[in-house]
């Protein structure tokens, strides 16, 4: 288990409102702004961690111009260029029940995040719950009233490395972390990874080649995913035994392992 994608429910009239910043524009997307808000979505995720990716098959759809993705799509534009939109899902009714699902909500400035949060608080007469899936720590996921969501559901996902060596290559690091530390991985079911690594991390780049020493820090395979995916610590690891370390070992030189954070989900596979 590495994490969940959550989905949370917040009383639309608990939102914040503010004034409409004159600088920026908003209008409702046609399926040809959809190549600008696939772009927008990377400039958002590029540089955090996590299986955030939208390329392939599956998304498709989002660089199409005969189909929007959703119900409706916001926008939110500075000089044209686009800084902030969401995408939703009206559903039916306006009791109580009545609710606005939200899909994708993200800024790239916080004047742009205001505007959306003042797009989504104006739905309060007609939809009185607004249900959505959080991306922690952005801008727009700043000026909500968090203390007063609802946990909705936890859709938990888990990782297993396949390959280490390309798992590392590939993870993304950040630049400023920098250091080595060598362990042994023991992978009963993929025996290229069972061994002795060193892996170093510098400029953010890293890399895991095999070792010829005898490491003291023994990492199992759900050991090495937990760490990989920034969900725990090495001493957490050896109080769970799946890190074990020689008497003189310090294992806290694994949290190299986990640099950069707990890694993020906003879709479900």
Excluded: K
């Excluded at 969940?4 to 046609?30: C, K």
């Excluded at 280490?164 to 972390?177: C, D, F, K, L, Q």
Aim: aromatic share 6%; hydrophobic share 40%; net charge negative.
């Amino acid at each position: 288990m590495a994490g969940a994608l959550r989905t949370v429910d917040l009383v639309t009239a608990n939102l914040p409102r503010y004034r409409p910043a004159p600088h920026l524009t908003v209008r409702a997307a046609t399926a040809e702004d959809m190549p600008a808000v696939a772009d927008l979505y990377e400039r958002v995720a590029r540089h955090r961690r996590g299986l955030l990716t939208r390329r392939g098959e599956l998304f498709d759809h989002l660089g199409a111009t005969t189909d929007l993705p959703a119900d409706g799509v916001t926008l939110v534009e500075h000089d044209g260029d686009l800084v902030g939109y969401v995408s939703w899902d009206r559903g039916h009714g306006y009791g109580p029940d009545s609710m606005l699902t939200v899909f994708d909500v993200l800024a790239t400035t916080p004047d742009a995040a205001r505007e959306l949060v003042g797009v989504l608080a104006s739905w309060r007469s007609v939809a009185p719950t607004l249900r959505m899936r959080l991306l922690d720590g952005d801008a727009v996921t700043a000026r909500l009233p968090l203390e007063t969501l609802r946990e909705h559901r936890q859709q938990p996902w888990m990782h297993r490395p396949v390959e280490v060596t390309r798992a590392v290559r590939e993870r993304g690091w950040p630049s400023y972390a920098r250091g080595s530390v060598e362990f042994t991985l023991d992978d009963d079911l993929a025996d290229w990874n069972t061994g002795a690594w060193r892996l170093e991390v510098a400029d953010g780049a890293a890399e895991l080649s095999r070792s010829t020493g005898e490491p003291a820090l023994h990492l199992s395979v759900p050991g090495f995913a937990r760490l990989y995916a920034g969900v725990t610590n090495a001493e957490s690891l050896v109080q769970a035994g799946q890190l074990r370390h020689g008497p003189s070992a310090d294992p806290r030189l694994l949290d190299l392992l986990a640099v950069g954070g707990p890694a993020h989900l906003l879709d479900y596979f």
